[in-house]
């Protein structure tokens, strides 16, 4: 490999010189790694990124809507990608509303409860008081139950497993 010299002022004043040492190829997967390295897994795994980052606070809606478009145009294959995809240049308020939908959360719905939870504003590190919207747990856990039957056995399993 060969390494220019760093103090020269233009590019053919650059005096080659070979280290003798070649550089690592770059390897796109490791063998800790079980990565699909399939178009459709790769989106899979974006998604699956890109929403971990929103969650952590370290990505807004509308980032994630973005890079998935882009990531869409690009050819990356993944219908969930697909779904989340919106252009930048749409309305602001259209991102949450998409990440919500794809979530499934409706957090205008009647049947919510809504919880006063302490916190800081952003901007100023006051205290404040939100409302948060959510379901009812024992509501959710019942409609997961009945709409995943696998559950049941899924849970026998697991308690012969532990005697």
Same mark, same amino acid.
């Given at each position: 490999?060969?390494? !220019?010299?760093?103090? !020269?002022?233009?590019? #053919? $004043?650059?005096?080659?010189? $070979?280290?003798?040492? *070649? =550089?690592?190829?770059?390897?796109? /997967? ?21 929403? !971990?980052? +929103? ?22 294959? &993944? ?9 930048? &240049? ?5 991102? &949450?509303?998409?990440?919500? @939908? +794809? ?12 919880? %006063?939870?302490?916190?800081?504003? @952003? *901007? %100023? &590190? $006051?205290?404040?008081? +939100?409302?948060? =919207?959510?379901? /009812? =747990? ?6 997961? #139950?009945?709409?995943? =039957? $696998? ?9 012969? *497993?532990?005697?």
């Amino acid at each position: 490999m060969f390494v !220019s010299d760093p103090f !020269s002022r233009f590019s #053919w $004043d650059a005096e080659s010189v $070979d280290c003798g040492v *070649e =550089p690592d190829p770059i390897s796109l /997967s490791d063998s800790e790694d079980d990565l699909d390295e399939t178009a459709e897994g790769a989106g899979a795994e974006l998604v699956e990124t890109l929403l !971990s980052m +929103y969650f952590d606070g370290k990505m807004s809606a509308k980032g994630v809507c973005t890079i998935c478009f882009f990531a869409c145009l690009a050819g990356a294959k &993944s219908p969930d990608m697909e779904r989340l995809a919106l252009r930048p &240049s749409a309305q602001s308020g259209k991102f &949450s509303r998409k990440l919500d @939908k +794809y979530l499934g959360l409706d957090l205008h719905r009647k049947d919510c409860l809504r919880l %006063s939870v302490p916190g800081l504003v @952003k *901007e %100023s &590190s $006051d205290r404040t008081v +939100y409302t948060m =919207p959510v379901r /009812s =747990p024992h509501e959710e856990l019942v409609r997961e #139950w009945e709409g995943n =039957p $696998d559950l049941a056995v899924e849970l026998e399993r697991g308690k012969r *497993e532990e005697e």
